[in-house]
């Protein structure tokens, strides 16, 4: 994983888990995963897999990095919550 305590890197690191997810349910297959019949699943997965991250650069002490990944997360979560959940 990176070495470097930046917040950049962070936003950047905390941005790889949803693209992925983004790739792979949406590009990919298309939405016609089994997973598909909940809409959000994929992407709170991707914040699951964020938050673990968080926790591993937090427990290192990279303070800026650790800021970088949680402004992401919680605004990818807010956007999952805003587009994917109806209410």
């Known amino acids: 994983m990176f070495k470097r305590n930046n917040f950049f890197s962070g936003i950047l690191l905390a941005c790889l888990p949803p693209l992925m ?10 939405n016609e995963a089994a997973i598909m019949e909940k809409p959000a ?3 709170l997965i991707a914040l699951c897999i964020n938050l673990l991250i968080l926790r ?8 800026a990095t650790t800021r970088g990944i949680m ?3 919680f605004a990818f979560m807010i956007l999952v919550f805003l587009t994917r959940i109806r209410l």
């Open 21 to 30: 997810a983004w790739l792979l349910f949406a590009v990919i297959l298309k």
């Open 41 to 43: 699943a994929p992407y």
């Open 56 to 63: 591993y650069y937090a427990r290192k002490h990279f303070d």
């Open 71 to 73: 402004v992401v997360t």
